[in-house]
């Protein structure tokens, strides 16, 4: 079952927490929120976003801006850092582009478009003319961007499976390599703020009114944020690993976590599995912390159960608030600057932990050597992944 | 034979309201009855208990039918098969709704319309119907999804050795998302694919990737399009066709240079054709 680790030749993540790795490493280092009050749309909810203001002064490029919308600029901004274009065009060259393959997740996508036009309907009942445009009002909208934006033909496909889907990339992505049909891949996720997902949370009273606290005692919801994030895998070569990958289903409820975190467990036990490793090999652990009341108090549990005292767990959603369908390539690019940099962040906001929680999860940042890192994501309709990481040798 | 790799499907569910069960749409898509008059307007998935069938979005209803038919066909346990759903725009309904309530009233939005609007809706709803803890994905490619989806699935059966359901559907636009997403009717099918020509298997499929080609088209794919025409998956009925006749190949494009490319062949064991 262990499979061949791969190699992650480049990476980026642009969220509120920063425009670029760099950015992120900065906030992550000086404890510096990326989350602000609510000011998105016309009757905002009191809550606070993790919001990327720069994207509304980003447009596309002329050549592409057929995609032109909220989901698709962020995308943009998030390949502009990092020298990711780049990266990507260099597999391009090197293999072909039919041999490069495209799995990108998002939950809701370029949604915000089709809101916007509902929001502006002509008298009859049309949508504004500048967005009679069916490229933006699908699922695949921005996987169908990126494939022209990277100048690829090969397999691009998007994975939607909520909070989940920019996590599962990885494995899918994997699967793609090890049998062949690829040489490289291109994964990723996007997702923007949008009043589907901001009155949605609300109504199920899952927003918090104050800066998210996860795993705190008296935690009292989630932030919604927004975020763009890329990796490029490839067979061979040094720097950091992708080691393993588990997912599983809930099969319980679709908006509320397993009691026991029973999936979460399967997913943890098969990345480990994945791997080759044991569980007291993960020196830093992601969690996906979205502050919500029961998804921290189920997590917390699990990480309790499985892991050694001695590793370091935080989430770090008090930086950029919970992106949705791009959590998961944003946590794991948090993962692997945290072992480039020898630093586990902490979880900022938390003051006074949930008793439920273990040793393993932190407040403050530590600074440690730590070999492998492992990011969870978990989604609506119990989607649930894990990914496992090793540092660049 | 073409060269590459060989999968088995042990399994099929089809509907469409004059598709309603995959015996009937083998018969048509082989010519020996013309299609049904009547249409249904959705299914009925006796998974779901009575009152959650009849609340459940159409996406739901279809692809919980398709799947648990081509579970029984294929005698598997549901809980037992991961799972890849594809469609290529969700659940138009729910997105029709959640766009215009936003517009009108958004602090009156619905938490069930909310959490039924993620794309892996239908996906999560068998999982929980079903109790499967395997892992499910839920994925899109716009007018490729189909193939790109069963690519996934086979790519999962063939490095895993794993024995998987394809689930892929979708259904019409509504509202004024109708002006520019084209979907009509409700359509749905599922496959159960296995890596090994298990005593359940009834077709052999051998696939690969190959360079952009222009699709294999055979004369009938025309007429059976007609069964589905303005579906968004309906390319689906060309790879369910050479299944109703037990033979022949199609291709379908991944991306702009790449396609995968199926040749169906029967299994020697099996009795009936299309049993």
């Not at chain 1, 760099?22 to 990326?34: V, Y």
């Not at chain 1, 959603?317 to 962040?345: C, D, N, Q, R, Y």
Request: glycine share 8%; net charge negative; with cysteine.
């Amino acid at each position: 079952m262990p499979i061949i680790p791969l190699r992650i030749s480049a990476f980026t993540a642009t969220s509120a927490a920063g425009t670029g790795v760099d950015e992120m490493l900065d906030a992550l280092r000086s404890r510096r929120s990326g989350l602000t009050h609510n000011d998105f749309g016309t009757q905002p909810v009191d809550t606070y976003i993790g919001r990327v203001s720069s994207v509304e002064n980003s447009p596309l490029p002329s050549h592409l801006n057929r995609w032109e919308c909220r989901n698709n600029r962020l995308a943009w901004l998030g390949l502009n850092q990092d020298r990711f274009l780049e990266a990507a065009a260099a597999a391009r060259e090197r293999y072909g582009k039919t041999r490069v393959a495209i799995v990108f997740g998002t939950s809701t996508s370029s949604i915000g478009a089709t809101e916007e036009a509902y929001a502006n309907l002509d008298e009859e009942d049309r949508f504004p003319p500048h967005l009679r445009n069916p490229l933006v009002h699908t699922p695949h909208s921005t996987g169908d961007f990126l494939q022209h934006a990277l100048e690829l033909e090969g397999i691009c496909i998007t994975v939607a499976t909520a909070c989940s889907s920019s996590a599962k990339v990885f494995a899918q992505a994997e699967r793609l390599i090890r049998s062949g049909l690829a040489d490289a891949a291109v994964v990723g996720g996007t997702d923007s703020l949008c009043g589907s997902v901001l009155f949605g949370f609300n109504s199920l009273d899952l927003v918090s009114d104050k800066p998210c606290r996860p795993f705190d005692a008296s935690r009292s919801g989630i932030n919604l944020g927004e975020a763009a994030g890329f990796a490029l895998l490839e067979r061979d070569g040094g720097g950091p690993k992708l080691l393993g990958y588990g997912e599983s289903s809930d099969a319980f409820h679709m908006s509320s976590p397993h009691p026991e975190g029973l999936g979460a467990r399967k997913a943890i036990n098969d990345s480990l599995a994945r791997a080759g490793m044991a569980a007291d090999a993960v020196d830093y652990i992601n969690l996906h912390g979205t502050a919500s009341r029961k998804n921290d108090e189920v997590e917390a549990k699990v990480i309790g159960d499985l892991f050694v005292t001695s590793t370091l767990a935080s989430s770090t959603k008090g930086w950029t608030g919970h992106t949705l369908g791009a959590a998961g390539i944003l946590e794991s690019v948090i993962t692997l600057l945290a072992l480039e940099h020898s630093m586990a962040p902490g979880t900022l906001n938390a003051a006074q932990l949930d008793s439920v929680c273990g040793p393993q999860i932190r407040i403050e940042n530590t600074e440690a050597q730590l070999r492998t890192g492992m990011s969870l994501s978990f989604g609506f309709g119990g989607s649930n992944c894990a990914l496992l990481f090793g540092r660049g040798g | 034979m073409m060269a590459g790799h060989t999968a088995y499907i042990e399994g099929i569910g089809v509907w469409s309201p004059v598709l309603p069960s995959w015996d009937e749409a083998s018969r048509i898509l082989r010519g020996e009855t013309p299609p049904l008059q009547e249409s249904r307007k959705r299914p009925s998935p006796d998974l779901l208990p009575p009152n959650e069938r009849r609340r459940a979005p159409d996406t739901v209803a279809v692809s919980l039918e398709v799947a648990s038919k081509a579970c029984s066909h294929a005698q598997r346990d549901p809980a037992s098969l991961p799972s890849v759903f594809a469609s290529t725009h969700g659940d138009l309904a729910i997105t029709d709704y959640m766009a215009e309530t936003l517009a009108q009233a958004p602090e009156l939005i619905s938490p069930t319309k909310f959490h039924n609007s993620v794309h892996n809706a239908a996906a999560g709803y068998w999982a929980i119907a079903t109790g499967c803890m395997q892992p499910y994905t839920a994925v899109s490619a716009s007018h490729l999804s189909f193939a790109n989806g069963l690519l996934e699935a086979l790519v999962q059966v063939h490095c895993d050795n794993a024995n998987v359901l394809y689930v892929a559907y979708d259904i019409e636009a509504q509202g004024p998302l109708a002006s520019v997403v084209n979907s009509t009717g409700r359509f749905g099918c599922a496959l159960v694919v296995n890596s090994r020509p298990t005593a359940q298997a009834k077709f052999a499929v051998h696939w690969n990737t190959g360079a952009a080609a222009k699709p294999i088209e055979s004369t009938a794919d025309t007429q059976c399009a007609s069964l589905v025409a303005g579906n968004a998956m309906a390319g689906a009925i060309s790879l369910l066709d050479r299944l109703a006749r037990s033979e022949g190949r199609c291709a379908y494009a991944l991306g702009p240079g790449l396609s995968l490319e199926l040749e169906v062949e029967t299994m020697k064991n099996e009795s009936g054709s299309a049993a």
